[in-house]
């Protein structure tokens, strides 16, 4: 593993907690929604996801190469570029379905770095 990539996995960690810490009094897309503040935090943190993906180095995506980079990419690049257009429903579901499954398994790494 590259320097840089423990602290990207840290970086992707840390903003997965926040995503999921920021939902926990929501019940579903349409309360995200009508939470401006609270689905532009969300937002921020998928961007900052996409970007820590960005620069980790691509022996380590290889080594973990179950874990889906180029969607959390793709992502970010949709909320970023599409920003007035994002859907809440996927959102929604990027945080409840996805990004539960993903932190489990980036906790994982971390712990064999």
């Known amino acids: 593993m590259f320097k840089k990539d423990g602290p990207n996995v840290r970086t992707l960690l840390e ?6 810490n920021f939902a926990l009094h929501l ?17 921020m943190n998928i961007i900052i996801m996409g970007e820590a ?20 990419r793709d ?6 570029h599409e920003y007035f257009s ?13 990004l539960p499954q993903f932190t489990e398994h980036l906790q994982k790494i971390a712990k064999f770095k």
């Open 53 to 72: 993906v960005t620069d980790l180095s691509d022996n380590f995506k290889q080594m973990h190469s179950h874990l889906p980079w180029q969607a959390i």
């Open 86 to 98: 994002i859907d809440a429903e996927e959102v929604w579901q990027y945080l409840t379905n996805f």
């Open 27 to 43: 019940s579903g897309p349409d309360e995200l929604f009508a939470d401006e503040r609270t689905f532009d935090a969300i937002l």
């Open 15 to 20: 903003a997965s907690y926040k995503i999921q």
């Open 75 to 80: 992502f970010r690049n949709q909320v970023a």
